[in-house]
C-alpha cells in the first residue's frame, strides 16, 4: 500500500496490479465490481515474429517478484518484476519487465512507468500494443473530459450490451436504443470517437459528481510513443476506462507494430506517465476538475524530465543533450528567396529515410514546432544516434538531415540554417487541397440522423461521425465525383474519402473520380508531373489515368497500400503517402483534358484513399 496521506494505493503482491485507488473519501475509485486483476494494469498483445497482422496473444503483466526501490520522507518507489527465461518460449512474450510506482509527499496521485528489456540471445517477437488501463466505477463516474470540446455525460457500459444497445457494422460502434440515460437514446458510442494526436493528448480523465472528484492520465512527454505527433491513440471511454497508450497500431496497422528480432538486443522505458487526482467542494461546479487537472498537466510538463525516478534507464535533463537551427524552406516556384518554415515539425528518430519516423517504432522520438520563422530547439534528448527529421504544413513531402547526430550528455548542438527543398518539377497549373497530412479541408457530410454523436453536432472534427463512408452513395447514387478546377470548390465538391459505392443489397462498386481541367498549350515533348499526397489508404489502391478512362495498364498505379482503418476508426488522417506520377505531353491536349483516380478494390465499406493534396506541375521549362 502506497500512502501519502491525500491519496491511498492498494497492488497486489507480487502481480503489481492496482486493486484499490482510495481518495477524498471514496474507499475504491475503481471498479470493485471487476475482479482484482482488471482494476488498473499494465498489459500487452504480443505475438510470434512469423505472425502477421496486429492481433496476438493478450497479456496482463503480472509481476513475480516485489522490490522496494526507493523509501524516504518525501517519495516511495516500488518495483513489480516479471523475469523470462528459455522455458518460457511460446507461453510469455520474451522480456524481462519491471512496473514501477512512485508516489511522492503532497502529490494527489501516483507515476507509474516500465522497462521492457529483450537480451541478445533471446527470441524475437512483435508487440502489438502495449499500455496501462484503469477501469473507473461505473456507479460513480459519468462525465468524460479529453479536451475543452470533447467532454460530456457519457453511456454507461450496461448501454452497449443487448436490450439496451444494437451493434452496428463496425464491431466497436454501438446504437443505443434503450440507455439508462433516456437523453442519450439514438446516439452512437464508440471509443474511437475520442481518438487524440499525441501531441493533444496530455491529459483526459473522468468527473465523479458526488462527491466532486476527478480522475485524470496525463502524459507529459511524447519521447516513449510511436508512430511521431500526429499518431493517433486511443484515450479515455466507456467502461469508465482510461488509458495511456505507449504502443498501438491503430490507424496505421502492421507498420508500427514493434518487430523484435531474434538475438537483437531492445530495451525502452515507457513513461512515466502521472495518475491525478483531484477534488472540490459540494456545490462546486465538477467542471473546475477538468480546468484544474489541464492546470497539472502543465506544471508536469514543465517539470520532464522527471528528477525522481530512481532507475537508470531514465536519464535526468543533465544526462541529455539538446539540437537548434533554423529551418527554411526552398522552392523557387513560389520564391526565389528561402522561405521561413513556419510551424514546421521538427523532429529527432531513430536513423532512417525521409518520413520513416511515423513508421518508426522501437526507439524514442522527441518533436516540438519551429516558430514563424522557422527556428527549433529540441531539448532533454536522451542519448543516442539520430536523424533530425521534418515536415513543413503547406509543403508536400518530407525533410532529412543528411547527417546523423549522436546525442551526448550535456550536448548542445545547433544546426544552423538547415534548408528543405520540397518535390517541384515545374510550376503550378493546378492545385486541390491544403498540404496538411489530413482531408479536414475538404467536405465532410452531415451524418446520417440515425447514427449521430450530439458532441460532434457543429463539431471541427464532424468527421468522427459514424457511418460517413455510406453517404457517398447518398450523394452520388450513380455516377463518381467530377472536379473542375477553377470551378470547383474542394470544401464542397470533394468528398473526404474516395470509398466504394453499395446500392442496398448490391455488391459494392470500385469508384473512379475525375478532375477535369484546361490547358491553353500542351508542349506535347515534355513531361508533365502529377503529385499526389494521401492522408490515408486502407487496403486500397491508386491508379492514375489521363485522357483515356480505360487505359490498361494505367499511367500509375501505386499498388496495394494502408492499413489504416482511418475512416472506420472516425480518424481523418491516417499514415501520410506521397506519389509522383510522370505525364507525357502528348498525353494532353490543348483546351480540355481529364485526370481519372480510380480505387478498383471493392470488397469493404471501410477500403478507402483520402487525399491531402492534389498538384499538377507543368514542365520545368515553362517557369
Known amino acids: 500500500m502506497l500512502d501519502n496521506g491525500l491519496v491511498q494505493v492498494t497492488l497486489s503482491n507480487p502481480d503489481g496490479i492496482v486493486t484499490g485507488i482510495r481518495f477524498n473519501g471514496i474507499d475504491n475509485l475503481l471498479e470493485v465490481r471487476n475482479e482484482e486483476v482488471n482494476r488498473g494494469y499494465w498489459d500487452l498483445v504480443w505475438s510470434d515474429p512469423e505472425s502477421t497482422g496486429t492481433t496476438g496473444r493478450f497479456d496482463v503483466i503480472k509481476g513475480t517478484a516485489f522490490k522496494v ?15 523470462w527465461d528459455p522455458s518460457l518460449k511460446g507461453k510469455q512474450v520474451p522480456l524481462n519487465i519491471d512496473k514501477r510506482f512512485i508516489m511522492l509527499r503532497g502529490t494527489s496521485g501516483f507515476y507509474s512507468y516500465a522497462i521492457y528489456d529483450h537480451l541478445q540471445d533471446w527470441p524475437g517477437f512483435h508487440m ?43 464491431p466497436e460502434a454501438v446504437l443505443l436504443t434503450n440507455p439508462i440515460n433516456p437523453d442519450l437514446k439514438g446516439e452512437v458510442d464508440d471509443k474511437y470517437q475520442y481518438s487524440c494526436e499525441n501531441k493533444d493528448n496530455r491529459v483526459h ?115 541529455r543533450g539538446s539540437v537548434s537551427g533554423t529551418l527554411l524552406v526552398k522552392d523557387k516556384y513560389i520564391e526565389e528567396d528561402y522561405i521561413s518554415a513556419d510551424s514546421a515539425y521538427v523532429g529527432l528518430a531513430l536513423p532512417g529515410d525521409a518520413g520513416s519516423w511515423q513508421r518508426e517504432s522501437k526507439g524514442y522520438q522527441f518533436w516540438m514546432r519551429a516558430d514563424s520563422d522557422g527556428n527549433f530547439a529540441i531539448s532533454d534528448v536522451r542519448p543516442g544516434d539520430y536523424i533530425l527529421y521534418a515536415w513543413v504544413p503547406g509543403f508536400i513531402g518530407d ?18 540554417d538547415i534548408a528543405y527543398e520540397p ?31 450530439k458532441l460532434f453536432v457543429d463539431h471541427p472534427d464532424r ?84 485522357n483515356d478512362p480505360k487505359a490498361n495498364p494505367p499511367l500509375f498505379s501505386s499498388g496495394l497500400i494502408g492499413k489504416d482503418n482511418s475512416i472506420a476508426r472516425h480518424g481523418i488522417h491516417g499514415l501520410y503517402w506521397l506519389f509522383n506520377a510522370d505525364i507525357p505531353g502528348a498525353q494532353l491536349g490543348e483546351g480540355k483534358n481529364t485526370i481519372y483516380l480510380t480505387q478498383p478494390r471493392a470488397q469493404t465499406s471501410w477500403q478507402e484513399i483520402m487525399y491531402d493534396y492534389i498538384r499538377l506541375e507543368g514542365p520545368p521549362s515553362s517557369g
Not at 69 to 83: A, H, K, M, P, W
Not at 401 to 416: H, R
Not at 425 to 452: H, M, Q
Open 463 to 546: 468527421f468522427r461521425q459514424y457511418g460517413l463512408w455510406e453517404r457517398y452513395a447518398e450523394l452520388y447514387p450513380d455516377n463518381d465525383l467530377v472536379y473542375t478546377v477553377g470551378v470547383s470548390d474542394y470544401r464542397k465538391d470533394w468528398f473526404f474519402a474516395q470509398v466504394n459505392r453499395r446500392k442496398e443489397g448490391k455488391a459494392f462498386q470500385a469508384t473512379t473520380w475525375q478532375i477535369v481541367f484546361n490547358l491553353d498549350k500542351v508542349e506535347q515533348n515534355q513531361t508533365y508531373k502529377l503529385r499526389v499526397a494521401l492522408a490515408s489508404a486502407t487496403v486500397a489502391e491508386l491508379q492514375v489515368r489521363v
Open 128 to 170: 502489438d500494443e502495449t499500455r496501462i488501463a484503469f477501469k473507473l466505477r461505473k456507479d460513480k463516474f459519468h462525465y468524460m473530459a479529453m479536451a475543452d470540446n470533447r467532454q460530456r455525460i457519457m453511456p454507461m457500459p450496461d448501454d452497449r450490451l443487448p436490450g439496451r444497445g444494437e451493434p452496428l457494422a463496425y
Open 69 to 83: 526501490i526507493e523509501e524516504n520522507e518525501d517519495q516511495v518507489e516500488i518495483s513489480f518484476t516479471r523475469l
Open 423 to 453: 518535390p517541384r518539377n515545374g510550376p503550378t497549373l493546378w492545385e486541390i487541397g491544403i498540404p496538411d497530412r489530413s482531408a479536414a479541408e475538404f467536405y465532410v457530410p452531415d451524418p446520417n440522423p440515425k447514427y449521430i454523436n
Open 399 to 416: 525533410y532529412k538531415y543528411d547527417v546523423n547526430i549522436s546525442i551526448t550528455p550535456g550536448c548542445d548542438i545547433d544546426l544552423g
Open 205 to 319: 480523465g473522468w468527473i465523479c459528481s458526488d462527491p466532486p472528484v476527478g480522475f485524470w492520465k496525463i502524459t507529459p512527454s511524447d519521447e516513449f510513443r510511436t508512430g511521431g505527433p500526429v499518431k493517433q491513440n486511443l484515450t479515455s471511454h466507456v467502461g469508465p476506462t482510461t488509458l495511456a497508450m505507449f504502443v498501438s497500431a491503430h490507424y496505421s496497422g502492421e507498420d508500427l507494430v514493434p518487430k523484435i528480432q531474434d538475438k537483437e538486443p531492445w530495451k525502452k522505458v515507457f513513461g512515466p506517465v502521472f495518475i491525478y487526482l483531484n477534488s472540490a467542494m459540494d456545490g462546486d461546479d465538477p467542471l473546475s476538475l477538468w480546468e484544474d487537472a489541464k492546470a497539472q498537466m502543465l506544471i508536469e510538463v514543465e517539470s520532464w524530465p522527471y528528477t525522481f525516478p530512481a532507475s537508470e534507464d531514465f536519464p535526468s535533463s543533465d544526462q
